[in-house]
């Protein structure tokens, strides 16, 4: 399967998770992302592709990132979503989302 589809059947996925009012905070993901490291665009290198589940919310927002990168330069994705991760709420570990603990430093994650 090619790695654009396979993101967009993520993000679907992911989508409809939403859609329906489905948690996503500690969900394994039916479908799992393949994860470039030969990318055009900064990503990820390959050592920290191979520590990130790619069945959970991290990987699929890392490619939601990557890809409105290239469509949409200004796009306020990456701020908006780090600015809800951040705010204090104690109910939720970013660790069960699949987040690593360096996820801000990751090229994808980046300001540009």
Not at 13 to 39: D, E, G, I, K
Not at 65 to 81: E, H, Q, T, V, W
Request: proline share 4%; charged share 25%.
């Amino acid at each position: 399967m090619a790695i654009l589809e396979n993101w967009l059947h993520a993000i679907s996925n992911l989508r409809n998770c939403c859609a329906h009012h489905s948690r996503t905070w500690n969900r394994r993901f039916m479908v799992s992302v393949t994860l470039p490291y030969n990318t055009l665009y900064p990503f990820m290198d390959r050592i920290i592709i191979r520590e990130i589940r790619t069945n959970k919310l991290f990987a699929t927002l890392s490619c939601v990132a990557y890809i409105l990168d290239i469509i949409s330069p200004g796009s306020d994705f990456r701020r908006n979503a780090k600015e809800l991760l951040k705010s204090d709420c104690r109910l939720l570990d970013l660790k069960d989302m699949g987040f690593p603990k360096y996820w801000q430093s990751l090229p994808v994650w980046r300001e540009k």
